[in-house]
């Protein structure tokens, strides 16, 4: 659970600015699949938080968005399970290497191509209502109709990240 | 939609958006893997994913069996109709709201209970 009370071992999340929360730098928290299998665990706070509309994330996630959390490599351990990869071309141009677990099929992670350094989890997996909120929205020119985000969460009509030149 | 915490893992994004098609109306091409699960109601629920891809493609419910689900991300088309009911809101996450005129549940909505409740009994005849 966050821990929102100001002291001296505090430290705020670097590029997570959650408003109004103060997080333990060493934040443990588990994703895991729907079966229970597949576990990974994530040190700290996510580099940043994100709903995504792109048909991608609509059919993987079978909902109208995905949201992740994105985290650096190293954060980030196998706490239990193995995963199949499923690896795809993405919208912005580069590709991205889903993991799921092949007893009951959730993703729990997935590596961006673009973003090297990173892990992106799937925000469900942690199954925690309180877990910080996304701050931005990729791809809302997909979104849903009947769908309203909040405004604090920046939308932007495709990627935010531009994808990283090719050699 | 369900906010359900198994609908979050297995979805991945903070809740599930469904819709349910009446049986004979749903026809399956491809391969599909099972995943039985019981849910809080005691009943099987029957998804069934994509064995390449993960994505589940549609699921059965005991309480429920004249309807399949289907994950509605899968059409992937933004204009489809929105959902009428939403159980399990104690779970919702904060910054998702719940558009106006959505059937609000704390949990399962009494359709699905009763049809929970008649699907143990048969299942305890048979």
Redesign the interface.
Known sequence: MPVSAPGADFLRSGLHASANRIQLRDMLREA????GRLVIRCSGEPAGISVC?C?D???????????AAFFAKEQVTIAAGSS?A?K?GADSGSSVT?H?????????WWQPERLPAMVGV????F?D?D?P??LQATWDK?????????D??VSYPQSAVRAAPRD | MC?C??????????????AYYPEAAATVDGNV?L?S?PGDTGCLVN?H????????IFWTVEATPEQVGV????F?D???P??TNAPFVP???????V?EGVRQNEGHSEKFLAGAAAALVQRRIK
């Open positions: 895991a699949c729907q079966c509309h048909l994330c609509q059919r993987r996630t079978g909902s109208v968005f995905g949201v199949t499923f795809r889903l799921f677990c092949g007893t009951c099929g959730s993703t729990v799937a925000v469900g997996a199954a209502p877990f909120a996304p997909r979104q849903h109709r009947w769908l309203h985000l909040p604090e969460i | 906010f915490k198994d609908c979050q893992r297995r979805t991945g994004s903070s809740g599930s958006v469904h893997k995943y699960q998804f994913f994509c064995p390449d891809c993960g994505s589940t994950p509605v991300g899968l992937a933004p204009t489809f929105p959902p779970h919702k996450y904060p910054w998702f709201s558009p």
